[in-house]
């Protein structure tokens, strides 16, 4: 039976144009038969595609169930119902002219998707920065303007997928489990003369396409594929608070409540443009002012990355289906979001709940900067501190990050400095639903490197060691496990430097023992060793933790899971300390020896310990 659904009457002048009518594209190119929400979302584009008086299909169990005509023209939404409906073609018919659209078959049910866990160690890394795959094209064509120049911190360098693909044993013999990538869908703005450059990936122009100076959709499934064979996860950077100005939305609005606070773009007044406070609190404060919270969330992000309308329900439909998309084409195993506060929260929830009830093992996790755990805890899924349940599994942990950062210029007292400051954000977790979905990390491509501009070894593996051992889903920063250092004063550029080796021209090759220096070879085996241990230690990934307040200096974490333990052991002083074992009978029991997994050393337990100044050790028995 066909199936028909009409437009309405149009004007006389729109009617005449019917023989005229050209797609240039529909979003998404594909979509997959047995989804839990029959319903799809087809955003066609073209111009005065909106004179179109009917579309219908006679396609088995498929139902169009509504045309929707924008205030732009040059857009139509057309909505399917595909419950029932088989693997195969769906031919469309807008007025005479037939469009062919694949209805795939799904490779595995929703449920057999897994996403990242408190098993996985994240690895972040930046394409563009990280290494440059054969054959790379430093030139594509149909690109706005731009340059690759590795002499210019804040222009692109040439990184790829490619470049990744072919670092996948490296990552093995690291250690990490996981490979977030930062943004790789196209950034189609061209450099400006103050060295503007989208290389960081965060100012999407089209959501179903890798930026060609990556590669391809298909150069993207394969890294994803030959990861999984490699037991290593891939996790996607997505954004869907705002998106890059050279956007065709921009130009083009497909309604007039598209973007947040349009009207500076048609009147070029720049009093009516709304910039961000940049400010998270107001989305969670009880006594949040109207102008706060419009601004927090209606204000961009900066005036090259317009503010997407959340509320607007065929925008979200739109980017629920874009997630939907990309876990189905690809096999990704997980999602970091961007800005998560910045955009509304009712918005988001409505995509977590989808995604949840499609993917019930994904796992999706949200930047949330704020430093007060109460605030992080309030985003998690199932949080008692909020009204409104935000069906996040995972939130990062600014506070760790941030207390650590202090913590590492200090010297631990009886008090407040130094390590106290990590025992006094974990002393918080009862706020936490889950804390073992919460993701800690000691820096990333947002802030300095933890090592600064200085090469501070024993800080470092005091830092790496306590991410690696407490009750979080770690995330590392490429190249920290070489030393590389920066700071964010002069540029964002110098904490995201090129990782030695990922480039031809390259001498120095850090990719390999060979070519890695002393210090870094040193550095790198440290915390392989570490990680290595990691993997698959239920001891970590299930354990009770118990911390001790730090005493004398010395901060001391217990892990234990069915009668094996694991006790971190942290000189937060830079003089050697004594560390009294009776004080810790409670987690040491009647054991007199333990090994130290970080140098393979047994220690005698039958008497105080001695440590070095800043030493770290994690004995297992």
């Avoid at 909505?79 to 409906?85: D, E, T």
């Avoid at 303007?145 to 996948?168: A, F, K, M, T, V």
């Avoid at 650590?404 to 639903?433: C, H, M």
């Avoid at 550095?523 to 354990?543: A, C, E, P, Y």
């Amino acid at each position: 039976m066909k199936r028909t659904i009409l437009l309405g009457l149009l004007t006389l002048h729109i009617m005449s144009m019917n023989a005229a009518v050209k797609i240039d594209k529909i979003e998404p190119s594909c979509w997959f038969a047995g989804m839990k929400n029959p319903q799809l979302q087809l955003m066609v584009y073209g111009k005065e595609i909106a004179a179109v008086k009917e579309v219908t299909t006679d396609y088995p169990d498929v139902r169009i169930d509504s045309v929707v005509r924008l205030d732009s023209p040059n857009y139509l939404l057309v909505y399917l119902n595909l419950q029932g409906a088989k693997p195969g073609t769906i031919t469309l018919k807008f007025d005479k002219l037939k469009v062919d659209y694949p209805l795939r078959q799904r490779e595995m049910a929703g449920s057999q998707r897994k996403g990242f866990t408190n098993a996985d160690v994240l690895y972040m890394l930046m394409p563009d920065r990280f290494a440059q795959g054969a054959g790379h094209n430093p030139q594509v064509k149909g690109m706005r303007p731009y340059r690759e120049d590795r002499s210019q911190p804040s222009l692109r360098h040439g990184g790829d997928l490619n470049g990744i693909r072919e670092h996948l044993d490296y990552f093995c013999e690291l250690g990490v489990t996981a490979l977030w990538l930062t943004p790789v869908l196209e950034n189609n703005s061209p450099d400006t003369e103050n060295g503007f450059s989208t290389y960081h990936g965060y100012a999407t122009t089209d959501y179903y396409k890798v930026d060609p100076r990556f590669g391809t959709n298909e150069d993207y499934r394969r890294l994803v594929d030959e990861a999984h064979a490699k037991g290593l996860k891939v996790v996607m950077d997505m954004i869907f608070n705002h998106s890059g100005f050279e956007h065709p939305w921009t130009k083009d609005m497909p309604s007039k409540d598209w973007l947040n606070t349009p009207e500076w773009l048609k009147d070029a007044q720049e009093s009516m443009y709304l910039q961000t406070s940049y400010k998270l609190t107001p989305v969670k404060d009880p006594y949040a002012s109207k102008i706060d919270l419009k601004e927090t969330t209606e204000g961009w992000f900066v005036p090259t990355m317009p503010d997407l309308n959340q509320h607007n329900p065929h925008l979200m439909r739109y980017l629920i289906q874009n997630s939907i998309w990309w876990i189905e084409t690809v096999g990704i195993d997980g999602i970091r979001m961007d800005t998560y506060p910045y955009a509304y929260a009712d918005a988001m929830a409505q995509w977590m709940k989808e995604l949840d009830e499609e993917y019930p093992n994904f796992n999706t996790v949200g930047e949330t900067w704020v430093t007060d755990p109460a605030y992080t805890a309030a985003w998690q899924k199932d949080s008692k501190l909020s009204k409104d349940n935000s069906y996040l599994k995972t939130v990062m942990d600014f506070s760790f990050f941030d207390k650590l950062n202090q913590a590492k210029n200090e010297e631990t007292d009886a008090w407040w400095n130094g390590l106290n400051r990590i025992y006094n954000s974990f002393v918080y977790d009862y706020l936490y639903p889950n804390p073992s979905s919460v993701m800690a990390f000691i820096d990333n491509h947002d802030t300095d490197r933890f090592l600064g501009n200085g090469r501070d070894t024993l800080a470092l593996k005091q830092a790496l060691t306590l991410l690696l051992t407490v009750k979080r889903i770690p995330q590392i920063y490429y190249g920290t496990e070489i030393l590389m250092n920066g700071t964010k004063e002069v540029t964002d550029g110098n904490v995201r430097k090129d990782f030695p080796g990922g480039f031809p021209s390259d001498k120095h090759n850090a990719f390999t023992k060979e070519g890695r220096t002393k210090a870094e070879q040193d550095m790198f085996r440290w915390t392989s060793r570490l990680l290595h241990w990691r993997q698959g230690n239920d001891v970590i990934i299930k354990g009770k933790q118990t911390q001790f307040i730090p005493y004398g200096g010395i901060y001391v974490i217990a892990r234990q899971y069915q009668g094996k333990t694991a006790l971190v052991i942290l000189n937060g002083t830079r003089q050697e300390a004594t560390m009294p074992i009776k004080r810790y009978a409670e987690v040491i029991g009647d054991v007199k020896r333990a090994k130290d997994i970080l140098t393979g050393r047994w220690y005698d337990l039958s008497d105080d310990l001695r440590l070095r100044p800043r030493q770290s050790l994690v004995l297992e028995f």
